[in-house]
């Protein structure tokens, strides 16, 4: 009887530390994918700006849109305690 609890015990504590490491595994997962989706349209909208005339109202817009996207990256990469070494670039 006492191996079964003490079986139960170690279970548990095991069962435990696995749940804690999948959620701090699923939370660095929404964290690094929701940063490496605004880095990728960042990444387009530079693209597509270099098939505007530097003057055009498209190019302005695109550009003020990516600056938007890139103020949005630096604040949840703040929020959500992501380094720079660690935050996607492309």
Not at 11 to 35: C, E, M, P
Not at 43 to 57: A, I
């Given at each position: 009887?006492e191996t079964i609890t003490v079986?139960?015990?170690?279970?548990?504590?095991?069962?435990?530390?696995?749940?804690?490491?999948?959620t701090r595994q699923f939370t660095?997962?929404?964290?690094?994918?929701?940063?490496r989706y605004i880095r990728t349209?960042?990444?387009?909208?530079?693209?597509?700006?270099?098939?505007?005339?530097?003057?055009?109202?498209?190019?302005?817009?695109?550009?003020?849109?990516?600056?938007?996207?890139?103020?949005?990256?630096?604040?949840?990469?703040?929020?959500?305690?992501?380094?720079?070494?660690?935050?996607?670039?492309?």
């Amino acid at each position: 009887m006492e191996t079964i609890t003490v079986l139960s015990l170690v279970a548990g504590i095991l069962g435990v530390g696995i749940a804690i490491y999948s959620t701090r595994q699923f939370t660095k997962g929404v964290k690094i994918g929701s940063l490496r989706y605004i880095r990728t349209l960042i990444n387009r909208m530079e693209e597509e700006k270099h098939k505007h005339q530097e003057d055009s109202p498209q190019r302005t817009a695109m550009h003020h849109t990516q600056q938007d996207l890139d103020a949005l990256f630096k604040s949840l990469q703040k929020m959500f305690n992501v380094p720079d070494k660690d935050a996607p670039l492309t």
